[in-house]
């Protein structure tokens, strides 16, 4: 499978500040884009999802981000808490049929107090 | 809540054991992922099912093999335990094709000693 990658591994927040979590792809026959979430001692949970014929898409507290013209992704945080603190991974949905995800190496996300 | 079972949390075998993980999930879904997560290189995909003895490989199946017996079981098996398949193994499931919510157990750390 093609390479997911984020550009930053670590991001540190103020507690009620936005975030913003960036990710390059490289697949542009991806059907989907999505976010992950990881806390601590336990497995990814899905956050939110993006299509390929879409440029944004907005949840509670979380707009995601879709430039097929670099193939940038980014997740947007408004009004980080510290229960956001985690890692973040981006993935695709790929493969025959779109059955697969493929996974990026994830960005910890440190909001401070 | 879809709930996705892995036997074991923590687990210590010696270089050379058969090692098995297993896997239950309790939502009828269709497709099945074993994927190792290790720092710096994100979830990476070893093997992925898509139905009762089907699969299918990702992107690191050396060393690894699988058996889907049952829709809900999905095993992984490391035929002769090496010190570099220390890791953390997450399993998944998803509805099916063109799912973009993967559901993840809580992952088991392998120590190869």
């Known amino acids: 499978g093609e390479s997911v990658g984020l550009h930053l591994p670590t991001l540190s927040v103020q507690e009620g500040d936005n975030s913003i979590i960036n990710c390059a792809y490289s697949?542009?026959?991806?059907?989907?884009f999505i976010w992950y979430k990881q806390e601590s001692g336990k497995g990814p949970q899905f956050i939110i999802d993006?299509?390929?014929?879409?440029d944004k898409r907005q949840g509670q507290r979380v707009t995601v981000l879709l430039n097929k013209t670099v193939k940038h992704l980014s997740l947007q945080i408004a009004a980080t808490q510290p229960g956001d603190s985690a890692v973040y991974f981006c993935a695709e949905n790929m493969g025959y049929n779109f059955n697969k995800f493929y996974f990026g190496s994830g960005t910890k996300l440190n909001v401070k107090p | 809540d879809v709930k996705v079972t892995q036997s074991s949390r923590y687990l210590v075998k010696r270089t050379g054991e058969k090692v098995f993980l297993e896997c239950v999930q309790d939502?009828?879904?269709?497709?099945m992922f074993w994927y190792r997560q290790d720092p710096g290189l994100g979830l990476r995909l070893i093997y992925f099912?898509?139905?009762?003895?089907?699969?299918e490989k990702g992107d690191i199946p050396e060393g690894y093999s699988v058996s889907r017996e049952k829709k809900e079981r999905f095993s992984l098996i490391l035929e002769s335990a090496s010190t570099n398949q220390t890791s953390m193994y997450l399993c998944?499931?998803?509805?099916?094709?063109?799912?973009?919510?993967?559901?993840f157990g809580q992952g088991t750390r392998l120590t190869v000693v």
């Open positions: 099912s898509y139905d009762v003895k089907m699969k």
């Open positions: 697949n542009s026959a991806s059907d989907y």
């Open positions: 993006i299509r390929s014929n879409m």
């Open positions: 998944a499931s998803s509805l099916g094709r063109g799912s973009t919510e993967a559901f």
């Open positions: 939502m009828d879904h269709e497709n």
